[in-house]
């Protein structure tokens, strides 16, 4: 990371030209300044090889005493002298006043240049209130993007936070009908249901040295099965009938499972299950199939739904599961469920609590139950799950939790970057509460 100090307002005034100030003031009739955090955060998010050879150049407009509304604006008709001799060249208007620009093909000289030109044209009127986010004393800060893309997205993301950040209300579906549950189920019979059997690891952001996931939770999607097979209807809406058709699918994917398990490779597997599936005839079938070996690397999710529903069947299921060497991780659970069960005595090895925003509005005694909970549990390890943004990581190593999965887990790995260390790297940024 490399930027050019702040300079204090001096007698050497820098000016906009007459075209710059006709081409700024055009600009701002022109056009209603429009922020661009979530399309930023999509391409930070969804980036692979396009962010080789990508900088960044980051404008704290946000840190000068005194702004003015058109500030960004200037920026970007500065920048865009510049954009021809790019190869890509993109500006993003930022919620907090800030100015985000992505570049390639362009020298570091011409791009310092401007930057400085434009923080002698700012700091001439006033003055910088404190350290930028990267804890710098200057107006800019000049980056490698693939380095730093980390840092760059938990600021967003915060940002996105404190804003409360626009969610999208999905239209609701009519529950499934008996009638459509019976059609659904032939088509699943038929169905080759690989296309729909996805896998995502689960990763150690403790462990300094580790770098294999500790396991690979397979499941079947239900949104993509529904959106092929049942488009009109809501699968999950009627929760008996929801039971019903998932210990059904729980067959179905334990018969394609027990045709081979090579893929496996030594790797841990993790096995979306019902507790009556543990018990039925077609999991003892699958489990006939497997050496002990195979065993010992098969972990059984359980939902936290089944968990409360049925607790006398989960203790035949760990009795089983101790015999033959599986091992139990209880899924979808949230901080009460955490500061109210003692996972030790349940004999699971895995607890997975599901990321929400909410996480970080726990009042102070639930807090404090929930984290005392999490440090105490020596034997059971746990897994913050559907971790969507880097702040959810950041919360989980600061809350004590080893163990992370979710969309921001696949995007920084498909990056080729360390998820423990990109955590550190984000860590300080995000607190808790």
């Not at 008996?240 to 699918?249: G, I, S, V």
Request: glycine share 6%; hydrophobic share 45%.
């Amino acid at each position: 990371m490399s930027s050019v100090r702040g300079m204090m307002a001096g007698k050497d005034r820098v000016r906009l030209s007459a075209n710059e100030k006709q081409q700024a003031l055009q600009n701002i009739s022109d056009k209603k300044a429009e922020f661009d955090n979530q399309k930023l955060l999509q391409l930070l998010r969804n980036a692979k090889g396009e962010l080789q050879g990508m900088r960044l150049i980051h404008f704290h407009l946000s840190l000068l005493r005194e702004k003015d509304q058109n500030n960004p604006l200037i920026v970007r008709t500065i920048t865009n002298e510049i954009a021809q001799k790019a190869s890509f060249l993109q500006v993003y208007m930022i919620s907090n006043g800030d100015v985000i620009v992505l570049y390639k093909g362009l020298k570091l000289s011409s791009i310092t240049d401007v930057c400085q030109r434009i923080e002698k044209l700012f700091l001439a009127r006033t003055v910088l209130v404190g350290l930028n986010p990267y804890r710098e004393n200057s107006l800019y800060s000049i980056m490698e993007l693939s380095l730093n893309f980390v840092t760059v997205t938990c600021f967003i993301e915060e940002l996105e936070r404190e804003s409360g950040g626009a969610a999208a209300v999905a239209a609701t579906k009519p529950p499934i009908t008996l009638e459509e549950l019976a059609k659904l189920e032939r088509a699943v019979a038929m169905f080759d249901l690989s296309p729909f059997l996805l896998n995502q690891p689960i990763v150690n952001i403790v462990d300094a040295g580790v770098t294999e996931p500790e396991y690979f939770e397979l499941y079947i999607s239900i949104k993509l099965l529904q959106e092929r097979l049942c488009p009109d209807y809501d699968i999950a809406a009627n929760r008996w009938l929801f039971n019903y058709f998932t210990a059904n699918l729980d067959q179905s994917v334990l018969r394609a499972l027990g045709h081979g398990l090579t893929f496996m490779r030594g790797r841990r597997i993790g096995i979306n299950i019902n507790l009556s599936s543990v018990m039925s005839a077609g999991f003892v079938k699958f489990d006939e199939k497997l050496s002990a070996d195979f065993r010992g690397n098969i972990v059984l999710e359980i939902s936290k739904g089944d968990l409360i529903e049925n607790q006398t069947l989960l203790s035949e299921v760990c009795d089983f599961s101790r015999e033959k060497n599986y091992r139990i991780s209880i899924d979808g659970l949230n901080p009460f469920l955490v500061a109210n069960f003692d996972f030790e005595y349940l004999d699971v090895q895995y607890a997975k609590i599901f990321w929400s925003p909410e996480l970080l509005e726990m009042d102070d005694q639930l807090k404090e139950c929930f984290l005392a909970r999490i440090a105490e549990q020596e034997n059971c390890q746990f897994i913050m799950a559907r971790c969507d943004s880097i702040s959810s990581l950041v919360f989980a190593k600061q809350a004590g939790i080893k163990y992370v999965q979710g969309r921001a887990v696949d995007n920084i790995l498909r990056k080729g970057v360390s998820v423990r260390d990109a955590v550190l790297a984000a860590d300080g940024m995000t607190m808790i509460g």
